[in-house]
């Protein structure tokens, strides 16, 4: 027993030399077979392949030899110096190659034994197209092309119905669909299932991304119990259909197309009345004093119908045009106020971002400029509002101490160009709201007067236990009025009135000279 099962051992061990032998054998021949004429064996016809799919592109030696000596060029049609594979010298080479293929594409067919497959990965749409297979030495070569087509299942059918020119019972019946790749097949079924090949109409079009748009239309005459179908493949199992009642649209009811333009129309409408009415509220176009005149009697109304001019008007006698607006009106006028880099006083800093301007001394020098910087835009029109955080209460800003003084507010251009130090009042161009620890808050019209928040002078109560964090600017040009808020607490704090320019104003911030604390726009 024991020598039967050594012979048979002995057999099988002998049975696998032979065939290791025998493939040794065959490579070599191969190997030593460099035959002077050969061809390339590659696919017939498109090879179709699926997007994001990995495909192999068969090439192949006829008669089949080792082709690990020889160079393999895998390339477009027309891109012979950028391959999107080139092997050479017994390597993949890294250049000259096309980029759109690195790290995509690969010899897996087996060179030793004469195939030259290419296997493209992460298959794009692009990839659709000519391939050259091109195998050469140093004395010949052969090529042979192969055509891969990348498919795409486009969107489901758009089936829709209209009346047909002249009537006759007849409808214009259309489908399209779009995005698909190679050219689709649309076919039109009736309810039994027959294709309805008379009187159509099939049309494809190519779109700038490489996908085709296919669109049909033909005459029909349907009974009430008629359907049609519509369906766009690529084959058997990839296709999609669409169905419908092909039924003309029934006098006296609104078609698809007349209710959306009427719908459309009617947004329009709401929209010009709402824009109309918030435009209206702006302006003030409804004035209080052509109230007053049909009230009693005089139906006349001005030609020229503006905001109620302010700026004869005092804090004491305001008219109902002239009353301040509540601050959560001004604030949806705010806009992005930047410094001027370049302030004009040589104690002054104004930061990169041109946001913050702060003194470069504590100690109050003696100098003969205006300590203030002016915002880089100009303020001519309209509504403007604006904030500036005149008191920091940051972790790192408690190491700089409080603020000592400061003022905030608005000057004519021909202000701004006085240089030296002048009283901050309308008489000589500003408008300012003023601290200084020792007094508390002014207003630019009278220096010494401290401000609350009640319109009347002679009523204000003093403000001494308040302390502004964030203060809110708004500058009416039509009403020619200046309005301070405070923009935390959200209340309105004093209003100027007659402020006037013949030409533009600018903003003016003041950090004052006696601490290093900024003042920030916010």
């Known amino acids: 027993m024991l020598q039967q099962l050594e012979i048979e051992g002995g057999i099988m061990h002998s049975g696998v030399w032979l065939r290791l032998m025998?493939?040794?054998?065959?490579?070599?021949?191969m190997a030593a077979q460099r035959p002077e004429v050969f061809t390339l064996m590659v696919h017939h016809g498109r090879i179709l392949t699926?997007?994001?799919?990995?495909?192999?592109?068969?090439?192949e030696l006829s008669p089949l030899f080792n082709a690990e000596p020889l160079e393999v060029r895998w390339y477009r049609s027309g891109d012979f110096d950028k391959p999107a594979l080139l092997y050479k010298d017994h390597k993949i080479q890294?250049?000259?190659?096309?980029?759109?293929?690195?790290?995509?594409?690969?010899l897996t067919g087996g060179l030793e034994r004469g195939n030259v497959s290419l296997t493209l990965e992460r298959v794009t749409l692009e990839d659709g197209g000519e391939y050259v297979c091109r195998i050469s030495n140093a004395q010949w070569y052969e090529k042979a092309s192969v055509f891969l087509t990348v498919k795409v299942l486009g969107g489901t059918p758009v089936v829709s119905v209209a009346e047909a020119r002249g009537g006759g019972g007849r409808v214009n019946v259309t489908c399209s669909s779009e995005g698909w790749s190679p050219?689709?097949?649309?076919?039109?079924?009736?309810?039994?299932?027959?294709?309805?090949?008379?009187g159509r109409e099939v049309l494809n079009t190519p779109d700038p991304q490489g996908l085709v748009r296919i669109s049909s239309w033909m005459l029909y005459a349907p009974s009430d119990t008629d359907w049609l179908s519509c369906t766009v493949s690529l084959s058997?199992?990839?296709?999609?259909?669409?169905?419908?009642l092909p039924r003309a649209p029934t006098e006296g009811h609104w078609g698809l197309e007349a209710f959306i333009t009427t719908l459309i129309i009617l947004l329009l409408v709401v929209s010009t009345v709402i824009g109309l009415f918030i435009w209206i509220k702006k302006t003030g176009f409804v004035r209080v004093s052509t109230l007053k005149k049909m009230a009693n009697g005089n139906d006349k109304t001005e030609s020229t119908e503006r905001p109620e001019d302010c700026g004869t008007q005092t804090a004491n006698e305001t008219t109902t045009q002239c009353v301040?607006?509540?601050w959560g009106e001004v604030k949806r006028f705010k806009v992005d106020i930047t410094l001027d880099p370049k302030p004009g006083h040589p104690y002054l800093h104004v930061s990169p971002n041109r946001k913050k301007?702060?003194?470069?001394?504590?100690?109050?020098?003696?100098v003969s400029t205006a300590p203030h910087v002016l915002s880089e835009d100009k303020l001519s029109s309209g509504q403007i509002y604006w904030e500036v955080v005149v008191r920091n209460v940051g972790i790192f800003d408690s190491f700089l101490g409080e603020k000592q003084s400061w003022y905030v507010g608005v000057a004519t251009d021909t202000a701004t160009l006085t240089t030296g130090v002048v009283p901050l009042t309308p008489q000589n161009g500003f408008w300012v709201f003023t601290f200084k620890k020792e007094k508390g808050y002014c207003v630019s019209d009278d220096p010494q007067m401290p401000v609350s928040g009640n319109e009347s002078p002679s009523v204000l109560s003093d403000m001494s236990a308040v302390i502004l964090t964030t203060l809110g600017v708004f500058l009416d040009?039509?009403?020619q009025m200046l309005s301070f808020y405070d923009a935390d607490t959200k209340v309105h704090l004093y209003s100027l009135f007659n402020v006037v320019s013949s030409n533009t104003f600018f903003a003016v911030f003041s950090p004052g000279l006696r601490d290093t604390c900024p003042l920030t726009v916010k």
């Open 94 to 106: 890294e250049a000259p190659v096309d980029p759109r293929y690195r790290g995509r594409v690969s």
């Open 477 to 479: 040009c039509d009403r």
């Open 50 to 59: 699926a997007l994001n799919s990995s495909v192999s592109l068969a090439c």
């Open 22 to 29: 025998t493939l040794t054998a065959l490579t070599v021949l």
């Open 357 to 366: 301007v702060y003194s470069k001394t504590s100690k109050e020098p003696n």
């Open 236 to 244: 058997e199992e990839e296709k999609k259909e669409s169905r419908i």
């Open 324 to 326: 301040p607006k509540e």
């Open 183 to 198: 050219y689709p097949t649309l076919t039109w079924r009736n309810k039994e299932g027959t294709e309805i090949r008379n």
